[in-house]
């Protein structure tokens, strides 16, 4: 196998790898979000022990692209891909601590019964991991219309925590422990609100790997 060749099928390992660990990373925040609506508790501790599994894709991933990047002396266009690549797995790593953050307050809340039926996290938590999919399709397609797209996204995932934001603060009273579950619950909706804008991240770094350009989609 010639190096170029042997190269460029690195460069698809890699990529595959990426999407692996995408996959997990949406399944965390399904998973974190569903223990809380349904107060499982071994679902929320499933969700915390798979975090060191993320962790442990996340040095995989950032070893092979420095052994690319230290034997193969890539071109611009190649070393922008596995730049972006080192980039996207920060974030997904940042996401997964997100879906663990979730799990960890299902556990807080253990013995408790939810305030109200979960309706605005579910649905934040749906439009994250829609944006995390589109995100690495992005990726993979280089598709910089893919990647812009996201911004609006995020913007419906903002319009739900201020949303959540207004209704909780209206809710708060002189129950301690009703205020202590409706903060937990108001800290939920801040990290799902973190992952889409993480997602935005994702966007931004494809956009730089096709054009070299850097584009700011959280405004």
Same mark, same amino acid.
């Given at each position: 196998?010639?190096?170029?060749?042997?190269?460029? $099928?690195?460069? $698809? %390992?890699?990529?595959?790898?990426?999407?692996?660990?995408?996959?997990?990373?949406?399944?965390?925040?399904?998973?974190?979000?569903?223990?809380?609506?349904?107060?499982?508790?071994?679902?929320?501790?499933?969700?915390?022990?798979?975090?060191?599994?993320?962790? *442990?894709?996340? @040095?995989? #991933? *950032?070893?092979?692209?420095?052994?690319?990047?230290?034997?193969?002396?890539?071109?611009?266009?190649?070393?922008?891909?596995?730049?972006?690549?080192?980039?996207?797995?920060?974030?997904?790593?940042?996401?997964?601590?997100?879906?663990?953050?979730?799990?960890?307050?299902?556990?807080?809340?253990?013995?408790?019964? @939810? #305030?109200?039926?979960?309706?605005?996290?579910?649905?934040?938590?749906?439009?994250?991991?829609?944006?995390?999919?589109?995100?690495?399709?992005?990726?993979?397609?280089?598709?910089?219309?893919?990647?812009?797209?996201?911004? *609006?996204?995020?913007?419906?995932?903002?319009?739900?925590?201020?949303?959540?934001?207004?209704?909780?603060?209206?809710?708060?009273?002189?129950?301690?422990?009703?205020?202590?579950?409706?903060?937990?619950?108001?800290?939920?909706?801040?990290?799902?609100?973190?992952?889409?804008?993480?997602?935005?991240?994702?966007? %931004?770094?494809?956009?730089?790997?096709?054009?070299?350009?850097?584009?700011?989609?959280?405004?």
């Amino acid at each position: 196998m010639d190096t170029r060749k042997g190269f460029h $099928q690195s460069l $698809q %390992e890699l990529q595959h790898d990426l999407l692996k660990m995408g996959t997990l990373v949406e399944e965390a925040i399904h998973l974190a979000v569903k223990s809380l609506a349904q107060m499982d508790q071994e679902l929320a501790e499933k969700v915390v022990a798979q975090d060191d599994q993320i962790d *442990e894709m996340m @040095l995989q #991933i *950032e070893n092979g692209c420095l052994r690319l990047l230290a034997l193969q002396q890539p071109m611009a266009g190649d070393l922008r891909v596995i730049g972006t690549a080192l980039k996207i797995v920060t974030d997904l790593e940042r996401i997964a601590d997100h879906a663990t953050d979730i799990a960890k307050t299902t556990l807080r809340l253990s013995g408790e019964s @939810l #305030i109200k039926p979960l309706i605005d996290i579910p649905r934040m938590a749906d439009l994250a991991k829609a944006m995390v999919r589109e995100a690495l399709t992005a990726y993979v397609e280089r598709n910089i219309d893919r990647a812009l797209a996201l911004a *609006e996204k995020d913007d419906e995932v903002d319009a739900l925590y201020t949303k959540m934001f207004s209704e909780i603060v209206t809710m708060m009273g002189s129950s301690r422990a009703m205020n202590r579950q409706l903060t937990h619950l108001l800290m939920v909706a801040r990290y799902l609100e973190r992952v889409g804008d993480h997602a935005t991240n994702l966007g %931004e770094w494809v956009i730089y790997m096709v054009t070299g350009k850097r584009q700011d989609l959280n405004k």
